[in-house]
């Protein structure tokens, strides 16, 4: 192996190595270091993982390739590395994001029995998000603390917004606040979509990993089956022929 062939392998690891390990290595342990530790400006020049891990790159391609062939291309295929990179979620915002929207049903039907029950809905919110815990619980604690501080509920609802499949939610308490409507009606009909909705979507992946699953089977029987079945025929004809 040259050593062109191993200075880029040392490069394009170091690069895998920064740019998408680094971001979800022991999310957990970072997160109390960060808070533990005062918060330290970076300044806007300054370079993040990713972006270091997409320098590397452009080395690696333009020491490989060489020449004013490996100047050009090698800018080319660090910004491409940077957009491909920051494409990719972390493992850790990942599974807040599922956690949260698996937990949004629940907490619509906890949210309605509250309202049911008489209570306003900012002392509502706040007892479904300290019932609840989880990401999906802060989100909901911000709710109720910005309306019961006098927050607009536009404001206040907005904190849900990023939440997969909360627009629905989001827009009945809104149209609540301001028509005076029955909200609780409206969270256990969005709850019920919501699970209509997931178990659709599981019904769909099922039936798209068994397609999956008989892909490897084919690509395997089919050369077995050519090999096994046709060539000797094709082999017999030839050989009457010739």
């Known amino acids: 192996m040259s050593r062109q062939a191993v200075a880029a392998a040392c490069l394009g690891g170091a690069a895998t190595l920064l740019a998408v ?5 022991r999310p957990a342990r970072r997160l109390r270091r960060l808070a533990a530790a005062p918060r330290q400006v970076r300044p806007a020049w300054w370079p ?8 590397l790159a ?3 391609v333009a020491f490989v390739i060489g020449g004013w062939s490996g100047l050009f291309v090698g800018p080319l295929a660090g910004v491409a590395s940077d957009r491909l990179l920051r494409r990719i979620e972390p493992r850790a915002v990942r599974e807040r994001r599922l956690r949260e929207s698996a937990d949004l049903p629940l907490a619509a ?3 309605a029995a509250a309202l049911r029950a008489g209570g306003p809905v900012d002392r509502s919110v706040l007892a479904v998000a300290e019932a609840l815990g989880g990401p ?3 989100r909901l604690g911000r709710v109720g603390r910005t309306l019961n501080l006098g927050g607009t509920p536009t404001e206040a609802w907005a904190h849900l917004r990023p939440v997969a499949g909360a627009a629905g939610l989001v827009g009945a308490a809104i149209r609540s ?3 005076g409507a029955a909200l609780a009606g409206a969270l256990t009909r969005l709850a019920d979509d919501l699970r209509a909705e997931r178990s659709t979507t599981a019904e769909a992946s099922a039936r ?4 999956l699953i008989v892909l490897p089977l084919g690509l395997c029987f089919l050369p077995a089956f050519i090999l096994a079945g046709l060539v000797p025929v094709i082999v017999a004809v030839l050989g009457d022929v010739l």
């Open 21 to 25: 390990v680094g971001p979800v290595v």
């Open 177 to 179: 606040s301001n028509s």
């Open 136 to 138: 999906l619980a802060d």
């Open 208 to 211: 798209r990993a068994g397609v």
């Open 48 to 55: 993040d993982r990713i972006r270091l891990g997409a320098g």
């Open 109 to 111: 039907d906890l949210l």
């Open 58 to 60: 452009a080395v690696a």
